[in-house]
RNA sequence: GGGCGGGUAGCUCAGCGGUAGAGCGUCGGUUUUACACACCGAUGGUCGCAGGUUCGAUCCCUGUCCCGCCCACCA
């Protein structure tokens, strides 16, 4: 790593990219280092805008303006705007210091001077303000460093030498004010620069630095993203990428710290500080004179070797294997906020050094923060340690954690409000494990920038894993004997058919969530397969086939089969989100004879998965509304769930009536009737006393004479009427209208003509049922 | 000051041209022999606001109001 190192900033300073300048840069004066601009935060804050006036020579004052009363001791000019009637008659002439012995010009300069802004004039210092350091180098200004290392004020202030910056901001303020020089201060909005290593005010200061020459690297990689060479996900980050990397500043690299790479640079004092950069190990020779020399003390920024990571971590500079196999790299997955401090420079280098952009995709991922969507930070006290939800813990200890020694009830009260739906859960996290950890985070969408932890998903989702294992337990039951191939096993039965048909699309659904990167996608389709079809549906309707095993053993053998099966690649499916759960359980499962040792090296589900039924999609689709249909009448007249009901199904569909007929058993357990389910064709005489829904082109009707409140059921109807006799007017109003006729896709046409006529037939359904709840009463 | 993103059910968020979805929550029911960390049923939305394009807009365009983030040297 270190060769590496050395082997690119030599590199590049030979080609010219590296160079060593003097120049304004950010110091930390509390950690006393120079900072690049990204470690620099600029933070709103409430200040002053003092004014005091400089003595003009020869007669009279002009008043300047500064939220910075202190750099006055660096003054070196006072600038006004050239067309500034009010200051004409000052050009050329000059100020005199009020502490130290300095005569200052006054200068005009449209660039720096907002004649608005103030008094109109501006005090100058060069060493201490980034654009009065541009202004300072327009007019060839000196400039004068008034400060220490440590941010006290220098030997050049005089009667201020060796007070800190802020001491001394109001020892200039008050001496002004003896010197009757104020001319008044009012309120102001400022931006203060803050160090993100420790939070102090981050200080301008002139200083000799390792500079990056950065538009030479930034264009490759501006052109590598815009071309497609490397594709940003999701795309909106690339305007970013875009953005930055096309105002890019130049990249101060060297570090007054004790940690980190140090600088391949080495000093000749014989040579009048001649620079010796090398890559060579020991003692270093001086270039010119062969005599003895002193490494520069500086680091180099991490960042700097982190930018080299793709390629020094496979063995660059040599050409070892691995760097021929594995550069670049395909993708990158990591947070957005280190996208200039890492995935930039790595791109920058990348292309540099090796001729090519390290990865093919850059996936971007929010930043997980406190459910209210704060970043977590000990002062706020809303920090998680993630193995505490995997492990279980107690809101006390997890606030200890964060604030150690805290007061108690203060912690908590941050900690709830962090996280509010934690404060209706109890005393504390219970162990949610590191699957349902794992699933939770797959389910935030990757376009989202923030992630916010909610302990009530994790614990949702850790009841989906409970889910699975419950299932799979009870599937185990059955599973004695059972045949497992890699191919789908032959099915016949509606519910198998279906399992399998729903197996293929989940399949497809997953795995294209996955090649997209909508990791999302894919854990919720998963979810949503195995809990809504697989566990409510598929298991609940092999129930009964299962029990007919001695009258229909065949039956039963072709569900196992389909049972295990599915399970099986249910297992392989959920693994990327759920490895260890899926581990365990794929191990007790039945599994095709060529599997591997383990689920983790199991190959993933692909289209020979499962099986496409569209007949059996929409014969379960007809089953399914049928039964919801028998249940809600249940449950919305008060039907104790153990009771048997008659049940009733007319319809005018052949198709439909063949299907229930065929599922009368499925219907008969999952509604709970007496006995099987009259079918027959609509049209005949009904039933007394029944209350009927209309469902899948289906009369559901249960006969309940004299337990119904008729009043209710009515008026359930007419609301049923009222939505139906909407949409009817709707969809009629549509087509009548010509242009719609004209110009819409026939295939729309059709489809909104096929639902007027499924529309009216419930219509004309539900008059039928108004008549039947009449009857209720008689 | 510049750039980017967002405002959809009580909450957190998907959807982004053909009559609105999930999880959580809420309400009612159930110890039905895998699971009460469960099951069944129900409730819930003028898709920020105003215009425009279109046969048709939550989805496209313009304007507007909020919210968030990033970048930036106004004394």
Redesign the pocket.
Known sequence: MNRAVREAFVRLYTEGLIYRDTRLIHWDCEAQTVLS??E???E?AKGE?FEFAYAIEGGGEII?????PE?MLGDTAV?VHPDDPRYKPHHGKYVTHPFVDRRIPIITDAE????????????VTPAH???DF?TGKRHKLEELNILNLDGTMNALCGQFAGLDRFVARKAVKKALEEKGLVRGTKP?D??L?RSQRNGSVVEPLISTQWFVRTKPLAEPALAAVREGKTVIIPE??A??YE??MS?I?DWCISRQLWWGHRIPAFYCDACAGHVTVTNADGEVPCEKCGGKTRQDEDVLDTWFSSGLWPFSTLGWPDQTDSLKKFYPASDLETGY?IL?FWVARMMMMGIHFMGEPPFKRILLHGMVVD?????MSKVKGNVIDPLDLIHGASFDSVVEKTLPGAPREESLKKFKKAY??ASQMGTGF?AYGADALRFTLST??P????I?L?P??I?????????IW??T??AL?YLEGARVSTDPPTATLLPNRWILSRLRATTDLVRKGIDEF?I??AA?GA??FF??EL???F??LT?PIFAARPDSPAEADETRDVLAYVLEASMRLLHPMIPFITEELWQRLPRPESSPVSLALAAFPDASTGRDDPAADRDMSILQAV??AG??I???H?I???AEVPLVLRSGVPEVRAVLTTESRSLQFLV?TKGAPVIEESGGPRPRGAVMHMAADTEVLVALQGLVDPAHEAARVERELKKVDK?IA??EK?LS?P??A????PE?VK??KD?LEA?KRKRTGLEDAKGIAGELAS
């Open positions: 601009n990204l620099v935060d600029n709103p805008l300047v303006a500064t939220t910075r750099t600038a720096l001077v907002d004649p608005k802004f103030g008094t109109g004039a501006v005090k303000d980034f654009n541009a102001h400022l931006v620069p909106e980050w305007k970013t953005h930055w105002n500043l906020d200039f459910e209210t969507g704060d970043k509010p739906s219970a935030y969408s376009q989202s920038k923030r916010p909610s009530k998903k614990e949702g989702y850790r009841n989906f894993m409970n889910k419950n299932a337990r009870f039951g909508r999302d996608d919720l979810y949503h809990w809504g566990c409510d549906w298991l609940e129930k039964i919801g249940r809600s249940r449950s919305e008060d104790h769930p153990g709970k949409d709707a969809i549509k209208l242009a719609f004209d110009k819409a896709p729309v489809e909104a639902q529309l």
